[in-house]
Structures are given as structure tokens and as C-alpha cells.
């Protein structure tokens, strides 16, 4: 509840001085400075009235002026924008008026501690300016509080002659009032900072595998790693060349979105891990960075749901999109390389063959390599394509994986037909691409 009402505070409190161009951070420095202000305000007429009742009326001015002071500084600060303007009259104000109010009372005891709201300026040095900077705003501090009744003891010898209980009664007010100020600020800080970390580590987790931003946060450099059991899958959207010619730019982008949101989404239904996007290819990856038995059979269902959500998307003439997709397991290296805009990415011999089962595919078909084949061909349902001669590998055997084996039930016959229809479609009468089959 203290952080619901916290965000919606500084919510109210940033539309004062806001600037679109404001980096989030600003943001963050602007509202929390314009809402304790504003807090503190009420503070100033409350302490004047108090010092008016006990006959204090020099001591009453003070509080008095700097709430119409700070009112000045933050409507200035809301036409000019300028964020150093506000932070520097705000801190100067907190920092000499308890000073002052210490010397007109008499002293430290005398004024019953009210230089404690001095203490607001370095912490709102550090909160809101730059920390390396602050010590001189504590030194400032000190050196006030240790000049305050050597100087009161010049300007007026004889101290106010308050009551002993109206003088612990601004004592504690005064502590009290510091206090939940300061608490103020580290809570509603402390609030913004974890709420934009945890902004930047969403972000973050959106780039990365879990585990390798974990490692990211506590060293700089991550070495890629090898990992023997991995299947990799690509996917390419066919005939999309010629598709986006006839569409906008922004209709080219909207469509890849809406049609990438959902395999994003089936990717984290089932655990597995999206490594990039590269125009209309969309890459996959099981077993990696954690090891999983079934990666193999995961990435080959993931296949079939992926096939199935295209079909259920058009082109601009009304025909169901295609997917030429291509599996390969094997060894992999896994990692992040250089310094910047880092990409958790894969190598090695089983990528590339996974890539070439995409490119060398059939388009509406799921193509596997031997190895993914040796793993799941008992649990899945495969037409032998032959043996394809693939450019910089050889000859290599392939299959089109149709469908899970044992779903031929009343729901899995369903299946059965709306994925036969976008993604097992027999090829005859159709296009093949590059590749030479030998049965």
C-alpha cells in the first residue's frame, strides 16, 4: 500500500516542470524534489504559526517566507524547465533558514533543535544532485551547526524565554518532522530506483537467457560455452520478399510483429529460448544455456505449434501464410562476444545445418536432420524425404516431421487436419528449392 501511494505522489508531483525529453531518471529526480517541496510547505506555515502564538513574531517570519519562497522557486521552475534551478533554491533556503531561526531564537537549545532541517540539504544533495558533490553541502551543515549559538550569543545575547514545555514540544516536532521527511525521501527514492531496475532487468531478460544476464550483472565478461545436447530450429516466412514489395513499410513491420508476438509467445509456454530475429527468420534454440533431455521433442512440437499459428494469419490476398522450417541437433558453443549491445548467440556445425534445412526446405514443410530424427522419430510421425544434396555439406538424409505420434484421438484428429494444412502439406505439384533429393 505505501508504494501504491508513494507512485501515485510522485505521479502528481512530475507533471510540474515535466519535460518530454527527460531521461527517466530526471524524470524520477524532478517529481520527488517537487513533491517534497511541496510537502514541506505546509510545514513553514504551521512553525510560523506556532512561533506567532508563543510571541516569537521575527521567528514566525521565517517558516513564513521560505513557504512563499518555495512557492516562487517551483512556479519559476515550471516554465523554465530548468531542474539545477530548482535544486540549488530549494537546498540553499533548507540550508540557511533553520540556521537563521537557531540565531534569532538564540541557539541551539534555545530553538529547540531547529537546525535539523538543515539536514534535508545534503540529503537532498545526494538524492537529487550529484553525490560526488555532496560533501560540501554536509560540511556546510556542520560548520552551521557548530556556528549557531556562538553566533546567536552576538546577535542576541539573551535567549528566548519560552516555556521548558513549548521548547521539548518543538524539539519534538522538530525531530519528527525530519525525520518523516527523510524517510520520505529514501522510501519514495528507493521505490523509483527498484522500479527502474526492474524495468532495466526486464529489459534485459528480453535480450538475454536468464542465467547469462545473471552472469552479466556480476562480471562484464561471459565465456562462450560448449553444450552437447542442443536443437536449434529456423523459420522463415515464404515468398515474403515478394509479399512485403506489395505492402508499406509499416504493414511489413506490423505484420512480422503480430505473427513473431505469437511464436513469442509459444516459446515461453514451452521453456525453450528465442535467439534472434533476422528480417523474417526467426531462430530457436533448446538445451541451452541449461541442458534439457527433451530438447529435441520440445523444439519439434514447438515446430507444429508454430506451423499452426501461421496458418491462422493471411497475406494481403487472403492466402494463409507459409513457414519453411528446418531442425538440427547436435554440439553448439553458446555465449555472449564483445563489450556492446550484447546478443546471446550460437555456433557451430549444428547451426549451420539447422539453417540449411530452413533454406534448402520445402515451403508449408518442417525439415529435420538425421540427428533430430534419431531422437524423436518414437514419438513423432515422419515422411522420408531422401538424401539432399546441400551446399557446403554434402549429401544429407532428411525427413518432414508431420505430426506427434498418438494423436490420432477425436480432439488430436482436429489437430491432425489444421496442421497437415499449414505445415505438412505434401509438396507435389510444388516449388522446391535449392537441393537435389535422392531416395
Given amino acids: 500500500m505505501w508504494h501504491r501511494l508513494t507512485a501515485r505522489a510522485i505521479w502528481l508531483g512530475s507533471a510540474i516542470g515535466a519535460d518530454p525529453a527527460d531521461s527517466v531518471d530526471l ?59 530548482l535544486r540549488r533554491a530549494e537546498l540553499i533556503a533548507i540550508l540557511v533558514t ?60 539573551v535567549p528566548s524565554d519560552l516555556p521548558a514545555t513549548v521548547v521539548l514540544a518543538f524539539m519534538a516536532l522538530n525531530i519528527g518532522g525530519v525525520s518523516f521527511v527523510v524517510f520520505l525521501i529514501l522510501a519514495a527514492f528507493a521505490s523509483q530506483r527498484q522500479t527502474a531496475q526492474e524495468r532495466a532487468d526486464g529489459l534485459l531478460l528480453n535480450i538475454l537467457p536468464a542465467a547469462i544476464a545473471e552472469q552479466l550483472k556480476s562480471d562484464r565478461r561471459v565465456m562462450p560455452e560448449h553444450h552437447e545436447e542442443v536443437s536449434v530450429l529456423f523459420a522463415d516466412v515464404v515468398d515474403f520478399t515478394p509479399m512485403s514489395a506489395r505492402m508499406t513499410p509499416t ?36 538445451g541451452v544455456p ?54 546471446y548467440d550460437l555456433w557451430g556445425d ?25 531422437r524423436i522419430r518414437d514419438g513423432f ?18 525427413w518432414y516431421l508431420l505430426r506427434e505420434a498418438g494423436s490420432r484421438t477425436v480432439d488430436g484428429a482436429a489437430r491432425e487436419r489444421v496442421v497437415t494444412s499449414a505445415c505438412s502439406v505434401r509438396d507435389d505439384g510444388m516449388k522446391r528449392l535449392p537441393g537435389r533429393v535422392r531416395h
Fill in 98 to 157: 533553520p540556521f537563521v531561526l537557531g540565531v534569532i531564537l538564540g541557539g541551539l537549545v534555545a530553538s529547540s533543535g531547529a537546525i535539523l532541517w538543515s539536514l534535508l540539504a545534503p540529503i537532498g544533495a545526494v538524492a537529487f544532485g550529484d553525490p560526488r558533490r555532496a560533501w560540501r553541502w554536509i560540511a556546510a551543515f556542520l560548520l552551521m551547526v557548530a556556528a549557531t549559538t556562538p553566533v546567536a550569543a552576538i546577535l542576541r545575547p
Fill in 27 to 85: 524524470r524520477v529526480r524532478k517529481s520527488l524534489l517537487v513533491l517534497i517541496s511541496l510537502l514541506v510547505l505546509p510545514t513553514g506555515l504551521v512553525w510560523g504559526a506556532l512561533y506567532l502564538g508563543v510571541g516569537e513574531p521575527l521567528a514566525a517570519a521565517l517558516p513564513i517566507a521560505y513557504t512563499f519562497y518555495s512557492i516562487v522557486a517551483i512556479a519559476i521552475f515550471h516554465v523554465t524547465r530548468e531542474f539545477a534551478f
Fill in 290 to 343: 541449461s541442458a534439457r533431455p527433451d530438447h529435441a521433442q520440445v523444439l519439434a512440437r514447438l515446430a507444429l505449434d508454430m506451423c499452426e499459428a501461421a496458418g491462422h494469419h493471411q497475406r494481403e490476398d487472403g492466402t494463409p501464410i507459409q513457414l519453411r522450417i528446418g531442425i538440427n541437433s547436435g554440439p553448439v558453443v553458446a555465449g555472449v562476444i564483445g563489450r556492446r549491445k550484447f546478443i
Fill in 350 to 374: 549444428t547451426v549451420n545445418v539447422a539453417s540449411r534445412m530452413e533454406s534448402h526446405g520445402v515451403p508449408g514443410r518442417i525439415q529435420v536432420a538425421e540427428p533430430t530424427w534419431v
Fill in 251 to 286: 504493414e511489413v513491420v506490423g505484420t512480422l510483429d503480430e505473427l513473431f508476438t505469437v511464436f513469442d509467445e509459444l516459446v515461453d509456454r514451452y521453456g525453450v529460448e528465442k535467439i534472434k530475429t533476422i528480417g523474417d527468420a526467426y531462430m530457436v534454440a533448446a
Fill in 381 to 398: 510421425v515422419f515422411e522420408t524425404r531422401g538424401t539432399i544434396e546441400v551446399k557446403g555439406k554434402g549429401l544429407i538424409r532428411t
